[in-house]
């Protein structure tokens, strides 16, 4: 495989028409080496249109939608970045590159350890790889610029929701199969939330975060 064509071909091919022409975003992804971040059994599929298996049943969010999220959040020098989901930590090292500091949430200790190794040796030195539940609790004193869900819920939780800074984005996939919706969230100064919707997709739902129940009384 020439990796150099297939990496262009996936910026002009995928990402680009996705709506993605920040040069900066598009640049970054010339330069952060997606493949570093597959699985070696997996490699071929590093700049295919399609989720890649990780370890666990897990897998890698699109590279389109990856791109698509780093662009909208326009994540700036000074911010500091909460992702829950860290995955085989290519969006942590995506986000580290236009933020501060970046703090990744990974469940699976396998995949924690997968991510903490990857950005290692990218030698990706501002992401914090943290083994632990992010439905349950954030072990990291807060509030940020910017929260990352790599991954689905069936709804945004609050108390998410409450540890971005005013003007802080949020993004997250929300809803259920087979309609899902990527949106993007910002605080505003009274406290209350607004909404847009980016596009439409489905994506691997995040362990543990609740479902609504399927009684209605």
Known sequence: MNVELARFNMIEQQIRPWDVHDPEVLQLLAVVRREDFVPAEHRQLAFVDTEVPLPNGQCMLQPKIEARLLAELQVQRHERVLEIGAGSGYMAALLAHRAQHVTTLEIDPQLAQLAADNLRRAGVKNVDVLNVDGAASVPVEGPFDVIVLSGSVAEVPSNLLAQLKVGG???????????????????????????????????????????PSRFHF
């Open 169 to 211: 984005r949020l993004t997250a996939i929300v809803g259920q199969r087979p309609v899902m919706r990527s949106v993007l969230m910002t605080r505003d100064a009274d406290g209350s939330f607004r909404t847009r919707v980016l596009f439409d997709t489905v994506a691997q739902r995040l362990r543990n975060f609740g479902e």
